[in-house]
């Protein structure tokens, strides 16, 4: 059973709000759910985390529901650069949990 | 800070070789890494974690004798993948997490193997 269920991708233009939601329906109490970008043949990188309500930083929000069972990313006006691979993950907010990778979101941005 | 460096970036190597990918966290301490490959198009699979002095812990389906980790230190982790094939051609990324607790990963370049 997934934990994790994502868009295969997404298209969008320069200069749009791009919102990717994940369902994670059996979301446990001490999960927190973690949003990573991937481009071509590099690691992930780490865009947000958040366990309620809403988060924001310099480069994303991350809106989650009172129930948890989904997350939104919310990338406001996203360029050309932020064509990636957007993985949402949720796992136990502890030192040395592994993390499971779902599919991800493709999103491609166009001019 | 918090900077994982992976050695190499790409290899290429003949078929029955073994190659030897090295993970550094370079300004931190990590109690813990974790070894992953990724297929083209494909999303990250965890290989094993690794404990620094102790044996690594493997997923199923990941062959311990073929993939040989060793965490000797808290900044160093190294993947071996022994009498490697063409099948095995594939990216490998490690992860650290800081050993003061807190939980985000964070990720190496990733390493291009690439077995003729």
């Known amino acids: 059973l997934a934990k994790t269920t994502q868009p295969i991708s997404m298209d969008s233009y320069e200069g749009q709000e791009v919102n990717i939601t994940c369902s994670h329906n059996?979301?446990?109490?001490?999960?927190?759910i973690t949003w990573y970008q991937q481009f071509p043949s590099q690691g992930p990188r780490f865009i947000i985390q958040?366990?309620?309500t809403k988060v924001t930083n310099e480069v994303a929000s991350l809106f989650i529901p009172a129930d948890r069972k989904s997350s939104t990313l919310s990338l406001p006006r996203v360029s050309l650069s932020d064509t990636a691979v957007y993985y949402c993950?949720?796992?136990?907010?502890?030192?040395?949990?592994?993390?499971?990778f779902g599919g991800g979101t493709r999103l491609m941005v166009k001019p | 800070g918090a900077v994982v460096s992976q050695h190499p970036s790409r290899v290429i190597c003949k078929s029955g070789t073994s190659v030897k990918i090295e993970c550094r966290s370079l300004?931190?301490?990590?109690?813990?890494m974790f070894w992953y490959r990724q297929f083209p198009k494909q999303s990250l699979m965890l290989m094993a974690t690794?404990?620094?002095?102790?044996?690594?812990?493997?997923e199923q389906g990941v062959e311990k004798d073929k993939f040989l980790i060793n965490h000797a230190s808290l900044t160093l982790s190294t993947l071996t993948v022994t009498s490697a094939h063409p099948e095995d051609s594939s990216f490998y990324i490690c992860s650290a997490t800081l050993s003061s607790g807190e939980s985000e990963q964070f990720f190496g370049p990733g390493t291009r193997l690439t077995v003729l």
């Open positions: 690794s404990n620094e002095g102790s044996k690594a812990t493997y």
């Open positions: 958040g366990y309620k």
């Open positions: 993950l949720v796992a136990d907010n502890n030192a040395g949990n592994m993390l499971t």
């Open positions: 059996n979301i446990a109490t001490n999960d927190y």
């Open positions: 300004d931190f301490q990590a109690t813990t």
